[in-house]
């Protein structure tokens, strides 16, 4: 079974630009979860979405924002990026099966922004 | 917003020491779980611990869950060079589709 993909895996923008970030699952995992890991703060929950519903939202502004498709594929966006942006992103899925909401983690974006 | 302690932040051994790693948290965890993320990759989940007072093995991991399920602690022994990373303790965070990370401790083992 395939992992969890992302692209990009590397980008590079500068303040203000916007930003998308793709997500694929695992295959029959309906679940999406997006983290921002940095070195300061960790990882930090952004939100989670479930049939193409966000189920879940953590505390980051509006201008963080997401959506899931049909096939379970998930697409996160950061509009006007600042500075402190900067991080790796993270998509993990679970599945149905997970009792305890075990995620399977894909291998990040790394956003830098000048 | 129930948060995780990890403890300590850094760790720096030498190959085949033992060690142990602590996360702490002053809210009771119905669950708790334990990731691994080496550089350049995303976690990557170990083991989850449900019942107060369990005790895990992993080949050389072991894995306790403390009585009254606000702490967890993750034991290595003969540390190696493969178990360097960052080792992540999380649990539910308020909700069944949102998990709580802990800050990590960052483990290097040198040959």
């Known amino acids: 079974k395939a992992g969890v993909t992302q692209t990009p895996r590397y980008l590079i923008k500068t303040r203000g630009q916007q930003v998308t970030l793709s997500c694929s699952p695992i295959s029959g995992h309906r679940s999406v979860s997006w983290y921002q890991q940095t070195p300061g703060q960790g990882l930090q929950f952004l939100f989670e979405y479930f049939s193409e519903t966000q189920r879940n939202k953590g505390n980051f502004p509006g201008r963080f924002s997401g959506r899931q498709f049909s096939n379970s594929r998930s697409e996160m966006n950061v509009s006007t990026l600042e500075l402190g942006d900067s991080a790796l992103y993270l998509c993990?899925?679970?599945?149905?099966?997970?009792?305890?909401?075990?995620?399977?983690f894909g291998p990040g974006t790394r956003l830098t922004v000048l | 917003t129930q948060l995780l302690e990890q403890s300590p932040q850094f760790l720096s051994i030498q190959e085949g020491e033992n060690l142990t790693v602590y996360c702490n948290s002053s809210?009771?965890?119905?669950?708790l779980q334990w990731y691994r993320q080496e550089p350049g990759e995303g976690p990557v989940l170990l083991v989850t611990?449900?019942?107060?007072?369990e005790v895990k093995k992993l080949k050389r991991l072991t894995f306790q869950f403390g009585d009254a399920r606000k702490d967890s602690s993750l034991h290595i022994t003969a540390a190696q060079p493969g178990d360097t990373g960052l080792y992540l303790c999380?649990?539910?965070?308020?909700?069944?589709?949102?998990?709580?990370f802990g800050k990590g401790t960052l483990l290097t083992v040198n040959p």
């Open positions: 999380a649990g539910p965070g308020g909700s069944n589709y949102k998990l709580t």
């Open positions: 809210s009771v965890f119905s669950s």
């Open positions: 611990v449900v019942t107060g007072g």
């Open positions: 993990a899925s679970s599945g149905q099966g997970a009792a305890y909401n075990e995620q399977f």
